[in-house]
């Protein structure tokens, strides 16, 4: 029984440090940008690139703990590729899913389906452990590009076809690259690829945030920041070199913590949609 108690008090010890971390960055973050220092969100969106199958809330906490970390997976995910965890290694702190059985059900077996349904959500604190604080086998590196995202333009082109909106192209935009319009989005031509890519999944956001019956809409300040936000992330995660423009453009409201969570994690979602639909990645790694 005691033994029990010492587990649970350590598992809430856990939780508490982990929303601790979130909390702080999170602070730390709205006070940058309130200064109007865009560099610890572009730092921030940077981390969500390499790591867009995670939530923001592990993204943040990994980004809290370990801002140079490339590649991170639990202490047997590692073994089962052929890595070891150093000795002496500490490791960072996410959350993870797990399901519980609803006791509720148990008194009445013949409601439960059996499925993830009669099953309630919980979230466990756990560690990772990023690649540098490993060794043994060398691990495959992914391909990237640097400056052409070659197939991966076709690829977000037929994303855009598939998900009902239209792609057009025009000699005059005036001093826009693009623009969307509810189904719609029309590209200025004979922009160089990146550009063309960067644009594309720009207007793809404001297509899945800021259109439709669901979309958020907000203020413009609001709905180009998410939309720039999301192409970062996606530009970035596939190779492409995104300077200090998306830097310069990058400007999150005035440090309200409520509202910056709530963009982070809109921004996350959309940047993995279309980065799932995009990449062949099966890595074992992610998805927490």
């Known amino acids: 029984m005691a033994q029990q108690i010492e587990s649970t008090n350590r598992a809430a010890e856990k939780r508490r440090q982990a929303k601790s971390l979130?909390?702080?960055?999170?602070?730390?973050?709205?006070a940058a940008l309130e200064q109007g220092k865009s560099q610890t969100l572009v730092a921030y969106l940077a981390a969500m690139a390499k790591f867009h199958r995670y939530s923001f809330?592990?993204?943040?906490?990994?980004?809290?703990?370990?801002?140079?970390?490339?590649?991170?997976?639990?202490?047997?995910?590692?073994?089962?590729?052929?890595?070891?965890?150093?000795?002496?290694?500490?490791?960072i702190l996410i959350f993870a899913p797990m399901f519980l059985k609803n006791r509720a059900d148990e008194s009445s077996p013949e409601t439960s389906t059996g499925d993830e349904s009669d099953k309630l959500l919980r979230f466990r604190v756990v560690h990772v452990f990023d690649e540098s604080q490993t060794e043994g086998e060398p691990l495959a590196e992914h391909a990237t590009v640097n400056g052409d995202p070659a197939g991966f333009?076709?690829?977000?082109?037929?994303?855009a076809a598939e998900s009902g909106i239209v792609v057009e192209y025009s000699p005059d935009l005036?001093?826009?690259h693009g623009y969307s319009h509810g189904g719609r989005i029309v590209l200025r031509?004979?922009?160089?690829?990146?550009?063309?890519?960067?644009?594309?999944a720009h207007e793809l956001a404001h297509e899945f945030l800021h259109h439709?019956?669901?979309?958020?809409?907000?203020?413009?300040?609001?709905?180009?920041?998410?939309?720039?936000?999301?192409?970062?992330?996606?530009?970035?995660?596939?190779?492409?070199?995104?300077?200090?423009?998306?830097?310069?453009?990058?400007?999150?409201?005035a440090g309200d913590k409520d509202t910056l969570s709530q963009s982070l994690d809109r921004i996350q979602k959309t940047a993995s949609r279309i980065l799932a639909a995009i990449s062949d990645d099966e890595d074992a790694t992610a998805d927490v």
């Not at 997976?73 to 890595?83: F, P, V």
């Open 153 to 159: 333009a076709d690829k977000l082109k037929k994303f």
């Open 212 to 253: 439709g019956e669901d979309a958020v809409r907000g203020s413009k300040t609001v709905r180009e920041t998410e939309a720039e936000a999301v192409a970062f992330v996606v530009s970035h995660a596939i190779g492409l070199d995104t300077n200090t423009a998306s830097s310069d453009y990058i400007q999150l409201y």
């Open 174 to 176: 005036g001093s826009a």
């Open 189 to 200: 031509d004979k922009l160089l690829p990146a550009e063309a890519f960067s644009t594309l």
């Open 22 to 30: 979130i909390d702080g960055a999170l602070n730390d973050l709205a």
């Open 57 to 91: 809330g592990n993204v943040l906490l990994i980004a809290a703990q370990r801002p140079d970390a490339r590649r991170v997976a639990g202490y047997r995910t590692w073994q089962q590729l052929g890595r070891q965890v150093k000795h002496g290694e500490k490791g």
